[in-house]
Nanobody
């Protein structure tokens, strides 16, 4: 599975951005079950942001983004979105989308649970 993330950019604190992640490749006939967003700031480890299952019913968020970010997906198109509201300077990072193996349905918050990764998109929030 190949993942392509897009939508990053520069925004002022308090602003909003929407990231997109499109999955392609070996998904014909089998949509990816679980997709997630992670981020990595300079000098820090990659951290979990949000994840969602195929139907969109099950979602997980990190405490730092809960109430501000919304993860969603278009299962038919294997596309996942991350709507980021009330952005803070500490949200500045490279955001990566990831996918679990097709047969895995558990909404994991650990990067070790994901086997396919996109290239990342930079989000910069100015104060």
């Amino acid at each position: 599975v190949q993942l392509q993330a897009s939508g990053g950019g520069l925004v002022q604190a308090g602003g909003s951005l929407t990231l997109s992640c499109a999955a392609s490749g070996r998904t014909s006939g089998h949509s990816v079950a679980v997709m997630g967003w992670f981020r990595q700031a300079p000098g820090k480890e990659r951290e979990f942001v949000a994840a969602i299952n195929r139907s969109g019913v099950r979602k997980e968020y990190s405490e730092s983004v809960k109430g501000r970010f919304i993860v969603s997906r278009d299962g038919a198109r294997n596309t996942m979105y991350l709507r980021m509201n009330s952005l803070k300077p500490e949200d500045t990072a490279v955001y990566f989308c990831a996918a679990r193996p097709t047969y895995q349905t558990y909404v994991s918050t650990s990067p070790e649970g994901y086997i396919s990764w996109g290239q990342g998109t930079q989000v910069t929030v100015s104060s």
